[in-house]
């Protein structure tokens, strides 16, 4: 089995979702940072939904 990375630095990372455009949302579960990011299809990470509370 081939394994490919595609992120790194990502916080306990959870539940990738693929989109269309061939980039994934991830869930990163780790207390220091609770957010949603997208990562594009060249690597690219942004967190596009921050924690809250």
Known sequence: MKTQV???G???P???VA???G???VVEGGAERG???NISADGETKRVI???G
């Open 6 to 8: 595609f992120a790194t």
């Open 10 to 12: 990502l916080s306990a």
């Open 14 to 16: 959870e539940g990738p």
């Open 19 to 21: 989109l269309q455009d």
């Open 23 to 25: 980039s994934w949302l």
């Open 35 to 37: 957010c949603v990011t």
């Open 50 to 52: 921050k924690k809250t």
